[in-house]
């Protein structure tokens, strides 16, 4: 029975892009009379090309909306088709083949952006319709009120494309498949409610699943709300870093250290650039050191490019929230790039921090934040990052509500760490930093 997989239909659409695309190359390379290039390199970075700004430009994304704007769709789909061969052509100008370009010719515009553009729009509808994937479970979930409302709550903050239904046991009994149960604790404590689960359970599990609310959102949402997360979960112990000799603790290392020194050597340019902006608007420091909470509560002094104006010695920690006055104009663009954050490269190298990994937060917000939020003090059981699950999948965090919704989706990363996932996050950051998405 199928689950939501947020990646499986992208890479579905993906495949279904890149046939397309080469049977579409295909079938104009049979017309002779066009100058059409052979060579595999060609091909192979068209189709790169098409892919990645596909996902850059968001034509994927569609596949998760609740709704689906046509008039949206097409945009997102027509810019994808025009920039990839944009992209080509510049390339070609590039290698000096000009007259290689055949599809910036007017006998062929029409020829290449029609069949393109209707076999990606019908990819998508047949994707959204269930057509071409098995049929996603519908997901239920039965309990009482006081049980059920923080999971409806926690569903509505992040809600997937697939909806949840509150419902009795008995409805439950008659709803028809595929569908994943979700069944509160309570209902097991009374002998009635456990014979008709006991029914439930004798179904086929191909068109029948039982499982528990928290289990539900980790599926469906990717996080792990702290206020549904039982109180002894996940020892220390269990963590796969916490082996010193660990495979993925010494990869994750490795990886650190080495992407941190390339980027360092490659973005240094940038921050000189930026350290003068900074100086130039208000002759202020260029730098903001602060100090932070690291792996396991140390504190460690962490370097940032400043994007705000210069605050008093005495001035109390507040929240940044969107739109606030203390940003300047060269910080304003610093956030969105992300750029501010290069100089943290230095504490990845020092072993301070990581390139993936929870946000590191002041310690004077702290306090507040460990006695308000469950299981806070688990975001210290690894290093901090640069980026992470968190920072990727939330917004800035500019309350204690958006501090938990972050920490929902440390407490994911913490129990499913694996190189796969710091790849996702990574390729993630790249998006939010090339679309200039940063906070």
């Not at 870093?241 to 050597?265: E, G, I, M, T, Y």
């Not at 938990?404 to 760490?417: A, I, N, P, R, T």
């Amino acid at each position: 029975m199928s689950w939501r997989n947020p990646r499986r239909n992208l890479f579905f659409c993906a495949a279904l892009d890149l046939v397309g695309l080469l049977g579409f190359l295909a079938m104009i390379a049979a017309f002779k009379s066009l100058p059409i290039d052979p060579q595999v390199g060609w091909v192979a970075f068209t189709a790169l090309a098409y892919l990645s700004l596909g996902w850059l430009f968001g034509s994927y994304t569609v596949l998760r909306w609740r709704r689906l704007p046509l008039q949206a769709v097409i945009q997102r789909v027509l810019i994808t088709v025009l920039a990839t061969f944009v992209m080509v052509a510049v390339a070609r100008l590039l290698a000096n083949q000009p007259e290689r370009i055949w599809f910036m010719h007017r006998s062929t515009q029409v020829q290449w952006l029609l069949p393109l553009l209707l076999w990606s729009l019908l990819a998508r509808g047949l994707l959204r319709r269930g057509v071409l994937l098995p049929e996603q479970a519908q997901c239920l979930l039965v309990g009482a009120d006081a049980e059920v409302q923080p999971v409806l709550a926690a569903w509505r903050r992040t809600p997937p494309r697939l909806p949840l239904r509150w419902l009795a046991l008995e409805q439950a009994l008659q709803a028809s498949p595929p569908l994943v149960l979700a069944v509160a604790p309570s209902l097991r404590q009374d002998s009635r409610q456990r014979q008709l689960l006991a029914q439930l359970e004798s179904r086929d599990p191909r068109e029948f699943s039982l499982t528990t609310p928290l289990t539900l959102l980790e599926r469906q949402l990717e996080r792990l709300p702290p206020e549904l997360v039982p109180e002894p979960w996940l020892n220390y112990d269990e963590l796969p870093w916490n082996n010193l000799f660990s495979l993925q603790r010494q990869l994750k290392r490795v990886a650190d250290v080495v992407v941190a020194a390339v980027l360092l050597v490659l973005s240094s340019p940038l921050m000189l650039l930026a350290t003068a902006l900074i100086w130039l608007e208000d002759r202020g420091p260029v730098f903001y050191v602060q100090q932070r909470s690291g792996w396991l509560g140390r504190r460690f002094v962490v370097f940032k490019l400043r994007t705000m104006g210069v605050a008093p010695a005495d001035a109390a920690p507040c929240w940044t929230v969107p739109g606030d006055q203390r940003i300047t104009r060269v910080g304003l663009w610093l956030r969105r790039l992300r750029l501010d954050e290069l100089p943290q490269l230095l504490q990845v190298l020092s072993g301070d921090m990581s390139l993936i990994g929870p946000r590191p937060e002041r310690p004077e917000l702290e306090e507040e934040l460990e006695a308000r939020i469950p299981h806070y003090r688990k975001r210290h059981w690894m290093r901090p990052g640069l980026s992470g699950w968190a920072q990727v999948c939330a917004p800035y965090a500019a309350s204690v509500e958006d501090v938990e919704l972050k920490l929902s989706y440390d407490l994911y990363y913490l129990k499913h760490f694996s190189t796969w996932l710091d790849l996702v996050i990574l390729f993630r950051t790249i998006k939010t930093v090339l679309k200039g998405g940063g906070r």
